[in-house]
Nanobody, 121 residues
Framework: QVQLVESGGGLVQPGESLRLSCAAS????????AAWYRQAPGKQRELVAD???????VYADFVKGRFTISRDNAKDTVYLQMDSLKPEDTAVYYC???????????????WGPGTLVTVSP
């Protein structure tokens, strides 16, 4: 069974930076696509950024130029570098990945439990 665990969230002031990590564990052959989503209080979950197995990235307009998604295939880890944070970036950030399992060679979609990012003066 594949699991994702996010880390790196916390409380920061506007303009500061955070780097989120998403580590995959379990029976992993490869991570195909991965993405970061977020959900603010009272709002729907929304896509922040995604990265495919070739390293191609896509960003939501509201984070373009401020956030960077990356991956380390050797560590089965995906990152989200968040710069110039704004109060409206406050949300729970979730990692999502499509993983090819090593034992079955089937693809499964996995979500992490989320990590809270709070941006406040």
């Amino acid at each position: 069974q594949v699991q994702l665990v996010e880390s790196g969230g916390g409380l920061v002031q506007p303009g500061e930076s955070l780097r989120l990590s998403c580590a995959a564990s379990g029976s992993i052959f490869s991570i195909a696509a991965a993405a970061w989503y977020r959900q603010a209080p009272g709002k729907q979950r929304e896509l922040v950024a995604d990265i495919n197995d070739s390293g191609k990235t896509v960003y939501a307009d509201f984070v373009k130029g401020r956030f960077t998604i990356s991956r380390d295939n050797a560590k089965d880890t995906v990152y989200l570098q968040m710069d110039s944070l704004k109060p409206e970036d406050t949300a729970v950030y979730y990692c999502n990945a499509h993983v090819e399992e090593a034992d079955t060679r089937e693809f499964v979609e996995v979500w992490g439990p989320g990590t809270l990012v709070t941006v406040s003066p």
